[in-house]
Nanobody, 115 residues
Framework: QVQLVESGGGSAQPGGSLRLSCAAT????????MRWYRQVPGEVREFVAA???????LYANSVKGRFTISRDNKKNAVYLEMNSLKPEDTAGYYC?????????WGQGTQVTVSS
């Protein structure tokens, strides 16, 4: 089976930084695309950033210039470096990826930004 496991969430002050990791297991090849989403309870899930297996990237306007997504295809992992954090970045962050024409989601990791 394929599983995605996130880590690295926690608490940070405004202007601080956190680095999220997501490791995929059960795959024999790299996922075509891996993405980060975030969701506040009771609200819709929103796109944060995406990284293709060829390292092409895309960011939501709300995080562009502050967050950096990267991949390690050998490890089948994706990372999200979050800088200049704002209180509105507070959310559960979820890793998503596609393999064999199927979508997989991680369990999420909480990020809380407050003074």
């Amino acid at each position: 089976q394929v599983q995605l496991v996130e880590s690295g969430g926690g608490s940070a002050q405004p202007g601080g930084s956190l680095r999220l990791s997501c490791a995929a297991t059960g795959l024999k090849s790299a996922m075509v695309i891996m993405r980060w989403y975030r969701q506040v309870p009771g609200e819709v899930r929103e796109f944060v950033a995406a990284a293709r297996s060829d390292n092409g990237t895309l960011y939501a306007n709300s995080v562009k210039g502050r967050f950096t997504i990267s991949r390690d295809n050998k490890k089948n992992a994706v990372y999200l470096e979050m800088n200049s954090l704002k209180p509105e970045d507070t959310a559960g962050y979820y890793c998503e990826g596609w393999a064999a024409e199927r979508e997989y989601w991680g369990q999420g990791t909480q990020v809380t930004v407050s003074s």
